[in-house]
């Protein structure tokens, strides 16, 4: 099956900073969400985006299809931006959405 | 507009008991799916469900079962539960079961 890796796998930040966040995978992709699990595990919806870039706020994510992965930037970082970051994708002919490895972020002020 | 909402939320359970969740999807949705999280770990798929049937299933036992009604909210049934079933439940509904998942906050069961 599809595999779906995510890098790094923790980030510590100063307040502020800036941070890139990549999800590869090893399939093409039909879906593909990035989602933020807040500390008491709620799955918080940042972006559908199975191509091209959008960006809301201080959040903005690229995914390049035809080579594979996805990026999620997030700009001048602040303390609720702590927590796990999940790609998610679904692949031609199902409907099962797979989740990456997640990134776990911490922001410290 | 309400969002998906789950119950309970927290649930604690012996070896060999069964257990019911619930999920109401998102107004306007038609499409359930249930995952599974253990600590630590990401969102398993368990099964979809859509037009009241299970479209899609992940890897998991039939002791793991479930409905959707015709109001399209759902259950999730976990029978001859074991200490390994102990994590988070998490509801995702959709529109035709593709593009975007919305989430619910989950049903936290402890299995001793």
């Known amino acids: 099956g599809i595999q779906v890796e995510q890098s790094p796998p923790d980030l510590i930040l100063q307040e502020g900073a800036n941070s890139t966040l990549r999800c590869n995978f090893s399939?093409?992709?039909?879906?593909l969400q990035w989602f933020h699990q807040n500390p008491w595990g709620q799955l918080i919806n940042l972006f559908y985006?199975?191509?091209g870039t959008k960006q809301n706020g201080r959040l903005s994510a690229t995914t390049v299809a035809t080579e594979r992965y996805s990026l999620l930037y997030i700009s001048s970082s602040q303390t609720t931006d702590s927590g796990v970051y999940f790609c998610?994708?679904?692949?031609?002919?199902?409907?099962?959405?797979?989740f990456g490895t997640g990134t776990r972020l911490k922001v410290l002020a | 507009d309400a969002g998906v909402t789950q119950s309970p939320t927290h649930l604690i359970k012996t070896r060999g008991q069964q257990v019911t969740l619930r999920c109401s999807p998102k107004?306007?949705?038609?499409?359930v799916s249930w995952y599974q999280q253990a600590l630590g770990q990401g969102p398993q798929f368990i099964f979809q469900?859509?037009?009241?049937?299970?479209?899609q299933r992940g890897n998991f036992p039939d002791r793991f079962s479930g409905h959707q009604f015709p109001n399209y909210s759902s259950e999730l049934n976990v029978n001859a539960l074991l200490l390994g079933d102990s994590a988070l439940y998490l509801c995702?509904?959709?529109?035709?079961?593709?593009?975007?998942?919305?989430f619910g906050p989950g049903t936290r069961l402890t299995v001793l």
């Open positions: 985006i199975p191509s």
């Open positions: 998610a994708l679904t692949t031609s002919g199902t409907y099962k959405y797979i």
């Open positions: 995702a509904s959709s529109l035709g079961g593709i593009d975007t998942q919305y």
């Open positions: 469900y859509y037009e009241e049937e299970e479209r």
């Open positions: 399939d093409s992709v039909n879906n």
């Open positions: 107004s306007g949705h038609d499409t």
